[in-house]
């Protein structure tokens, strides 16, 4: 089963940027559609973004797009989200996660926690 | 809220049954396949149940799934105290082209 291993996390001002990464364990990771799932203190799941296997299609959850970007580096087996003109609801623990069969996520990160707090 | 409808609490005894319900509408549950996630506080979200009713690997066959129209349910027989977690159910949305998740239910064992 594919390991992922998200980092990049910290506290940030509203406003400012930060790119968080999630690193797999295989090089099937090439092969795979990614997600970044997040969860606010206290809250549930919300979708971020996915993108496809050859980063040819992209998708975004309302609440971010325009402001944040996903990417990937195969090469590195590594996935990135690009978060800019961050503002305090974008508080949350992100997790990647693979695409699996039936529209499911079926390997998650441990998540990286994200605090946006001046 | 949440686009998926979910109870946000359940409980039960030990060794008791219970069912977990999840809503949609006609772009998401009444498309596409549901999938359904173990959360325990502070680790990472686990794939239990894929294609409206498949179980992922090493999952207790105590988990089961189903699915109608634009509702799907969860249930979980024999309960056991390492069952207490948050429970979601999510799939894609046609609409929003993106994935949707229902609020998440937290799940008690008394």
């Known amino acids: 089963q594919l390991q992922l291993v998200e980092s990049g996390g910290g506290v940030v001002q509203p406003g400012r940027s930060l790119r968080i990464s999630c690193i797999a364990s295989e090089i099937t990771f090439r092969s795979y559609g990614m997600h970044w799932v997040r969860q606010a203190p206290g809250e549930g799941l919300e979708w971020v973004a996915y993108i496809s296997h050859e980063e040819s299609t992209k998708y975004y959850a309302d609440s971010v797009k325009g402001r944040f970007t996903v990417s990937r580096d195969n090469s590195k087996k590594t996935l990135f989200l690009q978060m800019d003109s961050l503002r305090p609801e974008d508080t949350a623990v992100y997790y990647c996660?693979?695409?699996?069969?039936?529209?499911?996520?079926?390997?998650w990160g441990q998540g990286t926690p994200v605090t946006v707090s001046s | 809220h949440s686009v998926l409808t979910q109870p946000p609490s359940m409980s039960a005894a030990p060794g008791q049954k219970v069912t977990i319900s999840c809503s949609g509408s006609s772009s998401n549950i009444g498309r596409k396949s549901v999938s359904w996630y173990q959360h325990f506080p502070g680790t990472a979200p686990k794939l239990i149940i894929y294609d409206d009713d498949d179980r992922a690997s090493d999952i207790s066959d105590r988990f089961s799934a189903s699915t109608s129209g634009t509702s799907a349910t969860l249930a979980i027989t024999g309960l056991q105290t390492g069952d207490e977690a948050d429970y979601y159910c999510g799939t894609w949305d046609s609409s929003r082209a993106g994935m949707v998740f229902g609020g998440g239910t937290k799940l008690t064992v008394l």
């Open positions: 996660a693979k695409y699996g069969e039936g529209f499911s996520l079926d390997s």
